[in-house]
């Protein structure tokens, strides 16, 4: 058993994709540990990890979002924003933080929604006499909202993984993502108090009606998706078939659809799906690894031996999801933790939703938290800012968005009042 970790370490440092690693590392330990006779069922079990009926909507709803940042929707997601919150002082601060707030009903990835606006926003807080650093700090802080809101891409793989009811889950986020967001605002606000920053001129912000009108194709998309949700019109892979409509329509009235645009979604979308696949893959590979070895046992026996019940374990997950965040891509964390550490959370009788939304929140926060936070890294590497600065520059927004992850934790029915008042089964 000594050389795995020694693999392990080699292939990592190597640069070796994640995927690679873990199925490799996980089929070496099989061997180490003299259960070879059970890898002729690996095939069966990587089959069963990826069939599951929910995954199917996870394609559905990133070709939606791929669709729609082709289609020209951010800039007029912007103006509307704008003409909401424009004029107050720490005026584009507030814009930026409610465009990730629309943009989160698209898109469903922080990731995306940083990438997406760091190039915009930037640029144009820092010509109103904004510190760069500041207009990075607060749009990556932000775009932490796009996986909170529905769709969320994580969720969709969390319902997948633990069985919970995705549709239950997408109307458990609203509540927490205005939360946060209204929280941000309010430390903007603050801040633009204390340091003066600019509110925008009055012939800088659009006019409310035709703004409203030019994002209204591109507000509706999560009115749908949710809608359909709540009224039991349509299951989540059904509402994101819809959703692709609605985004087809939507491009058609901003940009106009062609058909290499159409190709080059559907291309990234491939990538991503198939990114995401893999990794589910060689999860479940170390995952049936963990059952033959007793590791979930012990897990169990640990937890039990602490004491870590109801709440108390909540916390322990906090600071264990908090940590793998920083190091690891979200899909990652989720496929590699949930199947870990889930199992001995709804024995105790904690919600599967209210577990869903307080780890997938927890694994954003993780997202622009040092030292390898991912959206600071998309923000750094976009907008040229040194990395450290942006870090520093950002540790206000993460100390709001923990005091909100803390909230959630104390108080389950902020996620779970909205699902239970639409009927879904929240136990």
């Given at each position: 058993m000594w050389f795995i970790p020694i693999v392990f370490v080699v292939l990592l440092i190597s640069g070796t994709a994640f995927a690679y690693l873990m199925g490799a590392v996980s089929v070496v330990t099989f061997i180490a540990v003299d259960k070879t006779q059970f890898l002729s069922i690996l095939p069966q079990r990587i089959f069963a990890q990826l069939d599951v009926f929910s995954f199917m909507a996870m394609p559905l709803f990133i070709l939606t979002a791929e669709i729609m940042s082709r289609a020209g929707v951010t800039r007029s997601l912007i103006d509307f924003a704008m003409s909401l919150v424009g004029r107050f002082k720490g005026g584009l601060g507030h814009v930026n933080i409610l465009t990730s707030v629309f943009f989160?009903?698209?898109?469903?990835?922080?990731?995306?929604?940083?990438?997406?606006?760091?190039?915009?926003?930037?640029?144009?807080?820092?010509?109103?006499?904004?510190?760069?650093?500041?207009?990075?700090?607060?749009?990556?802080?932000?775009?932490?909202?796009?996986?909170?809101?529905?769709?969320?891409?994580?969720?969709?793989?969390?319902?997948?993984?633990?069985?919970?009811?995705?549709?239950?889950?997408?109307?458990?986020?609203?509540?927490?993502?205005?939360?946060?967001?209204?929280?941000?605002?309010?430390?903007?606000?603050?801040?633009?108090?204390?340091?003066?920053?600019?509110?925008?001129?009055?012939?800088?912000?659009?006019?409310?009606?035709?703004?409203?009108?030019?994002?209204?194709?591109?507000?509706?998309?999560?009115?749908?998706?949710?809608?359909?949700?709540?009224?039991?019109?349509?299951?989540?892979?059904?509402?994101?078939?819809?959703?692709?409509?609605v985004a087809l329509i939507a491009g058609q009235y901003y940009t106009g659809i062609s058909r290499a645009m159409i190709y080059d979604a559907l291309e990234a979308t491939a990538r991503m799906t198939g990114t995401i696949f893999i990794i589910l893959a060689a999860i479940s590979v170390l995952g049936y690894l963990a059952g033959q070895m007793g590791?979930?046992?012990?897990?169990?026996?640990?937890?039990?031996?602490?004491?870590?019940?109801?709440?108390?374990?909540?916390?322990?997950?906090?600071?264990?999801?908090?940590?793998?965040?920083?190091?690891?891509?979200?899909?990652?964390?989720?496929?590699?933790?949930?199947?870990?550490?889930?199992?001995?959370?709804?024995?105790?009788?904690?919600?599967?939703?209210?577990?869903?939304i307080v780890l997938c929140f927890n694994l954003?926060?993780?997202?622009?938290?040092?030292?390898?936070?991912?959206?600071?890294?998309?923000?750094?590497?976009?907008?040229?800012?040194?990395?450290?600065?942006?870090?520093?520059?950002?540790?206000?927004?993460i100390i709001v968005q923990i005091l909100v992850l803390m909230a959630l934790v104390y108080w389950p029915d902020l996620s779970l009042a909205l699902p239970r008042l639409f009927g879904f089964s929240v136990n």
């Open positions: 989160a009903g698209i898109s469903g990835s922080a990731v995306a929604d940083s990438a997406a606006l760091s190039r915009t926003f930037v640029p144009e807080m820092k010509a109103r006499g904004y510190d760069p650093y500041y207009a990075g700090a607060i749009t990556a802080a932000s775009s932490m909202i796009g996986p909170i809101i529905p769709p969320s891409i994580i969720m969709i793989l969390y319902g997948g993984l633990t069985g919970a009811s995705v549709a239950a889950l997408f109307v458990a986020g609203v509540v927490p993502g205005i939360i946060l967001a209204v929280a941000l605002l309010a430390l903007n606000a603050l801040i633009a108090h204390l340091k003066g920053h600019p509110g925008g001129a009055a012939y800088d912000v659009p006019k409310f009606i035709p703004s409203l009108l030019r994002a209204a194709p591109a507000l509706c998309l999560p009115v749908v998706i949710l809608g359909s949700l709540v009224f039991g019109l349509a299951t989540p892979t059904e509402g994101s078939a819809i959703a692709v409509l590791w979930s046992q012990a897990l169990a026996d640990w937890v039990a031996a602490f004491g870590l019940t109801g709440p108390k374990y909540l916390f322990f997950l906090v600071g264990v999801f908090l940590i793998a965040g920083m190091f690891m891509d979200t899909p990652v964390a989720l496929t590699l933790l949930i199947p870990l550490f889930a199992p001995q959370a709804l024995e105790q009788g904690i919600s599967p939703i209210h577990l869903g954003c926060v993780g997202l622009i938290t040092p030292p390898l936070g991912k959206c600071l890294v998309v923000v750094s590497a976009m907008t040229n800012l040194n990395y450290w600065r942006l870090a520093y520059t950002v540790m206000p927004f």
